[in-house]
């Protein structure tokens, strides 16, 4: 790894990134990393020594509005289904900001699910306790409360919306 960061620091750290990001690519054959599989096709990864892993793609579903499309495969001949974003299109809509961790104006989500109920408006005057939102995830509700005395700068949810785990809710002033 060291000669490979003397020689090419560029080419390593994208490496590493990449490696950081999505485990250790290495073990799928080469016409897989860079292509993918067809359906019905077949491969086998060595994960560990002795530790294999036999993937069968089984189908690719449609690309949704936000980007995303459902792979179905088996793994080790178990069934598996997955949703992971199609590079190959652009999503209809536009991706969810995220909460700026540090940031104390920023109050993410916690947790996927939808919102259920806001209770503020932009340009309003909280306390800290005073309820914001309500988040519901498997038939549980959650409230998310202000945390200190600001106004409400801006809303990125209504009622219904669907978020993800760390999804911007609200930006304090």
Avoid: C, W
């Amino acid at each position: 790894d060291l000669n490979g960061y003397l020689m090419y620091p560029k080419v390593f750290l994208d490496y590493m990134g990449r490696h950081k990001a999505y485990g250790p690519v290495r073990a799928l054959p080469t016409r897989t990393f860079f292509y993918g599989m067809i359906p019905g096709e077949e491969i086998t990864a060595e994960i560990d020594p002795g530790k294999q892993l036999e993937i069968r793609l089984q189908a690719v579903g449609e690309t949704t509005d936000d980007g995303e499309v459902r792979v179905f495969f088996e793994l080790n001949g178990q069934p598996r289904v997955i949703r992971v974003p199609n590079r190959a299109i652009k999503a209809k809509t536009a991706a969810k900001p995220k909460a700026v961790e540090g940031n104390a104006g920023h109050i993410g989500a916690p947790m996927p699910g939808s919102i259920a109920s806001v209770t503020v408006v932009v340009g309003q005057k909280v306390n800290a306790g005073d309820l914001l939102l309500t988040i519901e995830a498997m038939k549980m509700e959650t409230g998310i409360h202000a945390d200190r005395s600001a106004v409400v700068k801006a809303l990125y949810v209504q009622p219904g919306s669907q978020i993800d785990a760390k999804d911007l809710l609200v930006e304090l002033e």
